[in-house]
């Protein structure tokens, strides 16, 4: 029940192309849901984060869309560029505490 | 905004030693800082949570005596790893939060990579 899973697990996409990560859950205890960004040898960035009452949320090229029913979010990178090539992590949390998905390597080809 | 600082960065010693990691809140202060581990390629993994004054919450299966944490004030967090074996070795993060709730994101440090000859 406090599993995020992930998938890809790995994606290569074209510079200029969209690129989409999908998570699910099963804790409908869970009420934030951020998305983060991982370089090699970093701390995780948060990207963009979203509430369960709001079905998409935009900032920049990053969007997140929600289904509440189906209990999935997903990540969509606009315009990939080589610069977004990174880890993506997807998390779900009550209260504080996140739980992590496994991670999607993101190869932007240019 | 909202800036964590880890420190070391990298770290190697030998078997047996004992290893501290510091992690500070730069430009906020820190209710509750959490501590992860990340293996190559791997997820983080969440060891232990801890509130500034109080005794850290563990996740099932990590050892406490192993992994002391202190959280002596709101702007800093300390983990030291005891008598450290090649096992160990591992990428080990911090994040610092204001807040008891999710209403308060995480903020992570650059993690410390620890490596056990």
């Known amino acids: 029940q406090q599993q995020v899973k992930q998938s890809p697990q790995s994606l290569i996409v074209q510079k200029g192309g969209i690129s989409i990560i999908n998570c699910a859950y099963e804790?409908?205890?869970?009420?934030?849901f951020p998305w983060y960004q991982q370089f090699p040898g970093k701390g995780p960035a948060l990207l963009i984060a979203?509430?369960?009452?709001?079905s998409e949320k935009k900032e920049g090229r990053f969007t997140i869309s929600f289904n509440k029913s189906a209990k999935q979010f997903s990540l969509h990178i606009m315009d990939s560029q080589p610069g977004d090539s990174a880890t993506y992590f997807c998390?779900?949390?009550?209260?504080?505490?996140?739980?992590f998905g496994a991670g999607t390597i993101l190869r932007v080809k240019s | 905004g909202a800036v964590v600082s880890q420190h070391p960065s990298r770290v190697i010693c030998k078997s047996g030693t004992s290893v501290k990691i510091e992690c500070r809140s730069l430009?906020?202060?820190?209710?509750?800082m959490f501590w992860y581990r990340q293996f190559p390629k791997k997820s983080l993994m969440l060891m232990a949570t801890?509130?500034?004054?109080?005794?850290?919450?563990?996740e099932q299966g990590v050892e406490k005596d192993k992994f002391l944490i202190n959280h002596a004030s709101l702007t800093l967090s300390t983990l030291t790893v005891t008598s450290a074996h090649p096992e160990d070795s591992s990428f080990y993060i911090c994040?610092?939060?204001?807040?008891?709730?999710?209403?308060?994101?995480?903020?992570f440090g650059d993690g410390t990579r620890l490596s056990i000859l």
């Open positions: 994040s610092a939060t204001t807040g008891s709730n999710s209403n308060q994101p995480q903020h």
């Open positions: 801890s509130n500034e004054g109080s005794k850290a919450t563990y």
């Open positions: 804790n409908t205890a869970f009420d934030y």
């Open positions: 998390a779900a949390s009550y209260g504080n505490k996140l739980v």
């Open positions: 979203i509430r369960p009452d709001v």
């Open positions: 430009d906020f202060q820190a209710t509750t």
